[in-house]
Every structure is written in structure tokens, then in C-alpha cells.
């Protein structure tokens, strides 16, 4: 009798134990799903640390001060840019300086960017197919920045399209599915950011007016800081993987000095005018009838190596305020390299 006691006891530890391993099992896939969801469980590259210098802020704000002084006729405020510099030079040490780089902004098309490496995460994840569909619908919204092809990767990433409004419960599934980007980035460590919009021309309508808000509280919104950070990934091949990053910049190659009509082209219409000849050019623009914006990745001929990325509100048709910061940066930098101590 105390054999079959013992017995019994030790069936039931032991069928307490396989219960309780099942249900830490449980609990640990759930918990896999849940991250993944999040967006925890990828395999991103190495994440960019950047380092706040004293020395580079000093010197964007003197870019800042003048640029904003050399346009005082046209009302220009400091208010009216944000502003965020980084030094790529030393790829294992990168140093930033921002003006109002943390503010949220209305980003324009530099939204897509954020689509782009978001679509190549999935796509080394596995979870959306590699098809010459896709591709060209990347290369469209990058090189064209055209909407519609965005709206096409949008839907594919998320799993959502437009259409008209949806009952109540199914508008909250469609919202969560949506929302997807925005914790892809947040597992990150990107905060202050909302990227679950399309870009419309006209628009938006149905469950897509709905999700905005009614005073489009919930629009796309960035800060210059999150997008020099994203674009410094890409240039150091830190975003998704090498091979990806390198894609990426293929999409985002602009030649300055490129024959072209159109005063507002992405390669010449921001950035790209300012730079001298020799000097490579990555960039994604933006542009509304309210914002004027440009995130570029810039190597110049001595081998200085930077992010720009330069977001203005409430000079939208003025083309040269963009470029002109871009020149007294360099000019900076210039100053830097040269007064630096010779090894």
C-alpha cells in the first residue's frame, strides 16, 4: 500500500511537471507572438548610436543663425526649421546636432522612407514575398516618390487596403493591422513618430478619412532626428542588413548634375543644388503646399561623409532656403577638417 502510495505520488509530481512545462510553453509562445507582433523578433542590424557633440552643435546653430538671418526678408523664423546634422566620417563613432530635432512635423514624402526599410524587414522576414510587383512599386515611390505605389506597399505591409467606412469592431481590427509600422519602429527604440498613413494628392476618404481624425490627429507625423537616424542606418548598411541597406541606396542615388526641367526634381530642387561637383548625393524629399522638406545623405570629394536632414513649414515655394543651410553646413564642416590637429 505505501509502494502504490509512493507510486501515485511520484505519477502525480510528475504529471504536475509535464503541466506545468506545457504551460510555461504556453506562456513563452504567446509571449514569442506577442513580440513578434510587436515586432521584437526580426533580424535587424545593429542599431545606430549617435553621440551628442557640443563641437557640431556650435556649429549648426551658427548654420542655423545665418541661414535664418540671410532670408529675413522672407520672414523666415527658427521656429519654422528643424534641423538635424550627423557626422558619418568615423562610421564606429557618430556625433549628432539637431535644431528642434525632436519636434514632431507633417513629413511629406519623406514619410516613404520609413515604408522603404519597413518593406525590406518584411521581406527578409519572410512575411511578404520578394516579388518584381513589389520592386517596382519600391523603386516608383523612392526614385518617382509616387503616391500610388506607396498606397501598394502600405497595403501590403500592413495588410490593410482603403475603401469605405467599416462597423465599429472591424475598424478597430483594420486600425490595430495599420498600426503595425508603428511598432515595428517603436521596438526599435524610435519614438515620437507616427508612420501608419498613406500620402494622398487628393484625399483621404472612407475608413482612411475616418483613421486620420476628424482634425487629422492621428496624420503622419516625424522629427528630424528619427530621420536622420533611419537615413544614417542606411548609408552605414545598419538598416535590415548590408545587402538590403545597399539596395536602399540604390532607390535613393540622385545625380545634381543630371539634365532636368522640373525645378522641384528631388536631385536638384533641394539639397542637390548646393553641392559641388564630385560630391554623391542619397536623399528623399518632400513637399506639400505647407512643408518643404529633404533627408539627405551626402560624401563629398575630401571625404566628408554627413546626414542633413532639414524640414521647413511655412515656406513651401521658397527653393533656396534648403540649399542655402546645406551650404553654410558644409562650410562648417569644412572649417572643422581644416582646423582639426594633423596626425
Known amino acids: 500500500m505505501k509502494g502504490f502510495v509512493k507510486n501515485a505520488e511520484r505519477r502525480f509530481i510528475w504529471r504536475s511537471e509535464i503541466s506545468g512545462m506545457r504551460a510555461r510553453a504556453r506562456g513563452l509562445l504567446s509571449l514569442f507572438a506577442l513580440l513578434s507582433a510587436w515586432g ?5 542590424a545593429a542599431e545606430l548610436v549617435m ?3 557640443d563641437h557640431l552643435q556650435n556649429a549648426l546653430d551658427r548654420a542655423v543663425q545665418e541661414t535664418v538671418s540671410a532670408f529675413s526678408d522672407k520672414n523666415l523664423r ?6 538635424t546634422l550627423l557626422d558619418l566620417r568615423e562610421a564606429s563613432h557618430v556625433t549628432a546636432a ?6 514632431r512635423i507633417y513629413p511629406a514624402s519623406v514619410i516613404k522612407l520609413f515604408y522603404l ?3 525590406h524587414q518584411w521581406m527578409e522576414d519572410g512575411k511578404i514575398a520578394e516579388t518584381p510587383e513589389l520592386r517596382r512599386a519600391l523603386h516608383d515611390m523612392i526614385v518617382d516618390s509616387y503616391n500610388e505605389a506607396t498606397h501598394y506597399v502600405v497595403d501590403l505591409i500592413t495588410g490593410t487596403t482603403s475603401g469605405p467606412e467599416l462597423p465599429a469592431d472591424e475598424m478597430v481590427q483594420w486600425e490595430n493591422k495599420r498600426n503595425v509600422i508603428n511598432r515595428y519602429f517603436a521596438s526599435r527604440g524610435y519614438a515620437n513618430i507616427n508612420v501608419n498613413q498613406k500620402p494622398w494628392c487628393e484625399g483621404p476618404y472612407g475608413r482612411e478619412r475616418a483613421f486620420v481624425g476628424e482634425k487629422f490627429t492621428n496624420r ?4 528630424t532626428d528619427a530621420t536622420a537616424r533611419l537615413l544614417g542606418e542606411i548609408a552605414l548598411e545598419r538598416a535590415v542588413s548590408p545587402a538590403r541597406s545597399a539596395q536602399m541606396l540604390d532607390l535613393l542615388k540622385r545625380d545634381p548634375t543630371a539634365p532636368g526641367s522640373d525645378p522641384d526634381d528631388q536631385a536638384r530642387g533641394f539639397t542637390g543644388s548646393a553641392l559641388p561637383p564630385g560630391a554623391k548625393l542619397w536623399s528623399k524629399a518632400g513637399w506639400t503646399s505647407e512643408t518643404r522638406h529633404d533627408a539627405a545623405y551626402i560624401e563629398l570629394p575630401d ?5 542633413l536632414v532639414t524640414f521647413t513649414v511655412g515656406h513651401a515655394n521658397d527653393r533656396e532656403i534648403i540649399p542655402s543651410l546645406a551650404r553654410k553646413v558644409m562650410g562648417e564642416l569644412k572649417n572643422e577638417t581644416n582646423s582639426a590637429p594633423k596626425k
Request: with cysteine; aromatic share 6%.
Open 40 to 44: 521584437m523578433f526580426c533580424t535587424c
Open 51 to 53: 553621440e551628442r557633440s
Open 78 to 83: 527658427t521656429n519654422e526649421l528643424a534641423v
Open 98 to 103: 539637431s535644431h528642434r530635432g525632436d519636434v
Open 117 to 119: 526599410v519597413a518593406a
Open 220 to 223: 503622419n507625423a516625424l522629427t
Open 303 to 307: 571625404g566628408t561623409k554627413f546626414v
